[in-house]
């Protein structure tokens, strides 16, 4: 029973996708299947660390790949964090668990003609979800703020007077990034759309559902992976991904690592120096076209 609740949490209330759910009902099911092959009188709900970890060795055996094997980790983690906070259990058996090492994978930006693809080219809905839709893309995009700081977006911290947005990071920190002429008249049209959808005016989130609630994570994904289908063959197209491009965009114009390290939030600039691989890349192909001493 607590394995269906718990999958009827995250679709209820983390409004997770179906493939999502599917994939958390897979993990569980077949770690449930390992102990009972392992311990009979076992079950999954009051398992020690041990058993898990006896599951990672034979996913290790079975060459499973370390990234999958995370991935079925986590799936156990949120499980028991669910069974914690419903009191099922005491204490969570993975709290020190440690995920496997994994190579780092590069992720790639989108282009500069892609996002004006995406911004320019696409002909968006003309009502209000897809004004909503343009403006949470264009506003991702410029900037970089993070998936969950746009759901939390409340009118309080839009000032579009001062041309300014107020954002609530990691650790409650507290940061200011202007914004664009074009991000500007967007939010303009936008809180006049909006209007129309509110149903209590005590609800200040930004971004609404046409129903008048606040917006959630999993549909913000939904947005990024659906346009930018239309026009990229990229493998990953998040809200993170346009996080990424936004950085290396701007570093790519020669913007300060420094500057960029505090667009985003980061607490310390090797966060931000994972975003400079591209840039590297950019002033490679300059410096190869400009050296007067290159000939090819």
Same mark, same amino acid.
């Given at each position: 029973?607590?394995?269906a609740?718990?999958i009827?949490?995250?679709?209820?209330? *983390?409004?997770y996708?179906l493939n999502?759910? @599917?994939?958390?009902?897979?993990?569980?099911?077949e770690?449930?299947?390992?102990?009972?092959?392992?311990?009979p009188?076992?079950v999954?709900?009051?398992?020690?660390?041990?058993? &898990?970890?006896?599951?990672?060795?034979?996913?290790?055996?079975?060459?499973?790949?370390?990234?999958t094997?995370?991935?079925? &980790? !986590?799936?156990l983690?949120?499980y028991?964090?669910?069974?914690l906070?419903?009191e $099922?259990?005491?204490? +969570?058996?993975?709290?020190? =668990?440690k995920a496997? *090492?994994? #190579? *780092?994978k590069i992720? &790639?930006?989108?282009?500069?003609?892609e996002?004006?693809?995406?911004?320019?080219a /696409? !002909?968006?809905l003309?009502?209000?979800?897809g004004l909503?839709?343009?403006?949470?893309i264009?506003?991702l995009? #410029? $900037?970089?703020?993070?998936r969950?700081?746009?759901?939390?977006?409340r009118? !309080?911290? %839009?000032d579009?007077?001062?041309? $300014?947005?107020k %954002?609530?990071? *990691?650790?409650?920190?507290?940061?200011?990034?202007? /914004?664009?002429d074009?991000?500007v008249?967007?939010?303009q049209?936008?809180f006049?759309?909006?209007?129309? %959808?509110?149903? +209590?005016?005590?609800d200040?989130?930004v971004f609404?559902? @046409?129903?008048?609630?606040?917006?959630?994570? $999993?549909?913000?994904?939904?947005?990024?992976n659906h346009y930018?289908?239309?026009?990229?063959?990229?493998?990953k197209? !998040?809200?993170h &991904?346009?996080?990424?491009?936004?950085?290396?965009?701007l570093?790519?114009?020669?913007?300060?690592?420094n500057?960029? @390290?505090?667009l985003?939030g =980061?607490a310390?600039?090797?966060?931000t120096q994972?975003?400079?691989?591209?840039?590297?890349?950019?002033l490679? @192909?300059?410096?190869?076209?400009? =050296?007067p001493?290159?000939k090819n």
């Amino acid at each position: 029973m607590s394995e269906a609740a718990f999958i009827a949490y995250l679709a209820l209330e *983390k409004k997770y996708s179906l493939n999502t759910l @599917k994939a958390y009902e897979n993990d569980l099911a077949e770690f449930s299947l390992f102990c009972k092959a392992e311990c009979p009188k076992e079950v999954i709900d009051h398992v020690s660390y041990a058993i &898990i970890r006896n599951w990672i060795v034979a996913l290790v055996d079975a060459k499973i790949a370390n990234r999958t094997i995370n991935r079925k &980790i !986590s799936s156990l983690k949120a499980y028991y964090k669910f069974l914690l906070k419903t009191e $099922t259990i005491a204490v +969570n058996p993975l709290a020190k =668990h440690k995920a496997l *090492k994994t #190579a *780092k994978k590069i992720e &790639i930006p989108f282009s500069e003609a892609e996002m004006q693809q995406v911004l320019n080219a /696409l !002909s968006f809905l003309d009502d209000f979800e897809g004004l909503r839709d343009k403006l949470i893309i264009e506003l991702l995009y #410029a $900037t970089g703020i993070r998936r969950i700081e746009l759901v939390m977006m409340r009118l !309080s911290n %839009v000032d579009l007077q001062q041309k $300014t947005i107020k %954002v609530l990071g *990691k650790r409650n920190k507290e940061r200011i990034i202007p /914004l664009i002429d074009s991000l500007v008249m967007l939010f303009q049209e936008y809180f006049n759309s909006r209007k129309a %959808v509110v149903i +209590n005016e005590s609800d200040d989130f930004v971004f609404l559902l @046409k129903s008048g609630s606040k917006i959630y994570e $999993t549909l913000v994904y939904r947005i990024i992976n659906h346009y930018f289908s239309l026009v990229s063959s990229k493998v990953k197209k !998040s809200p993170h &991904i346009l996080r990424h491009t936004f950085a290396t965009h701007l570093l790519n114009k020669g913007a300060d690592l420094n500057s960029v @390290k505090e667009l985003l939030g =980061h607490a310390s600039l090797a966060s931000t120096q994972v975003y400079t691989h591209n840039s590297i890349a950019e002033l490679k @192909k300059v410096h190869l076209r400009s =050296h007067p001493r290159n000939k090819n």
